[in-house]
């Protein structure tokens, strides 16, 4: 079912206000993983352990349900 009128508006709001928090996530995440693959970063790799164990937790406040089947 499409959003309209008001709420497609807040929708969207919501939406590009959170979109620079997940570039950063993003750019973050994306540099963890150069760091374990051209570095052997050990702890890149605990950060990105606990990230996705964080993520995946009911209480995150990131959590999705469907992270649950990957």
């Known amino acids: 079912m499409a959003s309209t009128g ?3 508006t807040e929708t969207y709001d919501e939406t590009a206000q ?3 928090a997940f570039k950063i996530l993003r750019t973050m995440i994306a540099s963890w ?3 374990v693959t051209l570095y052997k970063n ?3 790799d605990y950060q990105i352990s606990h990230f996705y164990r964080w993520l ?3 209480t995150s406040l990131l959590y999705d349900p469907a992270l649950r089947r990957t």
Do not use: E, G, I, Y
């Open 6 to 8: 008001a709420n497609a």
């Open 18 to 20: 959170c979109s620079a």
């Open 33 to 35: 993983l150069r760091d």
């Open 42 to 44: 050990v702890f890149a």
């Open 56 to 58: 995946k937790t009911p």
